[in-house]
């Protein structure tokens, strides 16, 4: 993680930024998140809570510079609003939305190679996917919705 951060901290330099303490608050939670990816309004909860003073349109800013520089990467899926995660490199990977909650999960996992596309003499050079349907959490009280309503009927 510190690693990390000093490749970070080296690559805004060398585009003549530094590694405010905002910028670095940002990064810190963004390390710090189960799922990897979090909305701005999200980061900037959390920064709030380690750098008090800071307003919304400052870690606005940030992110989307953390965006040009290619230290971040940021998706959105759908009408939700975008979310922002750290980029490693060759981290190349996909997403799970829950349908049901919004949560969404990184899968490690490219089936790209695994397709027949050359067979057709296609070249692909970009791709999306995204898998939607039913978190744990989630199936969990479809299935207890589903058990009451067994049960309403009997
Ligand atoms: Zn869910
Ligand atoms: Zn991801
Ligand atoms: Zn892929």
Redesign the pocket.
């Known amino acids: 993680m510190e690693c990390r951060r000093s490749l970070i901290e080296e690559r805004l330099k060398s585009r003549g930024y530094k590694l405010t303490k905002q910028r670095e608050a940002i990064i810190k939670v963004l390390e710090s998140l189960n799922d ?2 979090a909305t701005a309004q999200h980061i900037f909860e959390r920064v709030v809570e380690t750098t008090p003073g800071t307003n919304f349109s400052t870690v606005y800013r940030n992110l989307d510079l953390l965006v040009q520089e290619g230290l971040l990467r940021k998706t959105s899926f759908g009408q939700e609003a975008s979310y922002y ?1 750290l980029v490693v490199t060759d981290d190349h ?1 996909h ?1 799970m939305i829950c349908k049901e909650c919004g949560r969404i999960r ?1 899968i490690d996992y490219c089936p790209i190679n695994d397709m027949p596309l050359q067979e057709d003499g296609f070249m692909p050079v970009d791709h999306k996917l995204e898998i939607y349907g039913f978190c744990k959490e989630c199936l969990k009280n479809i299935d207890l919705l589903k058990d009451e309503r067994g049960r309403e009927r009997e």
């Open positions: 990897r990816l995660e990977h997403h990184c």
